[in-house]
């Protein structure tokens, strides 16, 4: 069987499937954004600097 018989082998005539995440015509009101983004960077940059203290007063 070729690639092309297998592919269009027990399929509808017009094969259409609808989409799962249509384009444009979303809400009209805007998504509101969480805050806190500043946070999370200062607890990651917190935590590198503690581990960075911390391997330059107990490496040899």
Do not use: C, T
């Not at 269009?8 to 998504?31: F, I, S, T, W």
């Not at 954004?33 to 940059?45: E, P, T």
């Amino acid at each position: 069987m070729a690639d092309d018989d297998f592919y269009a082998h027990d399929r509808p005539k017009n094969p259409q499937l609808p989409e799962d995440r249509p384009r444009g015509g979303g809400p009209e009101d805007p998504v509101p954004r969480r805050g806190g983004g500043h946070k999370n960077i200062w607890l990651i940059v917190g935590i590198i600097v503690l581990v960075v203290i911390f391997l330059a007063l107990f490496m040899p």
